[in-house]
């Protein structure tokens, strides 16, 4: 079995619902996952817009410490962390905790959840951003999945 990421909220390349926007709801959509490699300890799970203007992608969602046995995330909930006791790193607001599509209107932006199987607990220090979500899982990653999914705003 491989290792695989979905949602119930919208299928790979398709629009994410605007309920799960920063004009909708902002709640992170439900995520859940199978084939977690042997070895995995725990996971992590990096969201961001590679579309968005500047010279990195727009990170919109760090979280780690997600055990290994957990099947899934429900759907969040506007200023409650997550469930299953894991932790959130800053994204490009520099604010902890997911923060929706938002991109000019125009063309639509695609929006990676990407899932990380670590063989190993992630130690961070408070608020990390991605550059620290990295280097901490460098050479820890036994296998990695990528769900992608599009928003486009009107003008």
């Not at 290792?3 to 709801?25: C, M, Q």
């Not at 979280?63 to 469930?83: F, M, N, Q, W």
């Not at 923060?99 to 408070?126: I, M, N």
Request: charged share 20%.
């Amino acid at each position: 079995m491989s290792f695989e990421l979905r949602s119930t909220a919208f299928a790979p390349g398709a629009t994410i619902p605007a309920k799960y926007s920063r004009k909708g709801g902002n709640v992170h959509p439900p995520l859940s996952w199978s084939g977690v490699p042997a070895g995995t300890r725990e996971l992590a799970l990096l969201v961001e817009d590679p579309d968005a203007p500047g010279s990195e992608p727009f990170v919109r969602w760090i979280a780690y410490g997600i055990p290994a046995t957990l099947g899934g995330l429900p759907e969040g909930a506007p200023g409650r962390p997550p469930s299953g006791g894991l932790r959130e790193g800053s994204n490009s607001f520099g604010k902890v905790g997911y923060d929706g599509p938002a991109p000019p209107p125009g063309q639509p932006h695609h929006y990676h959840f990407k899932l990380y199987a670590l063989d190993d607990s992630v130690e961070l220090g408070e608020k990390p951003d991605k550059k620290a979500l990295l280097a901490a899982t460098k050479g820890h990653t036994l296998a990695e999945v990528d769900l992608v999914g599009t928003f486009q705003s009107k003008g």
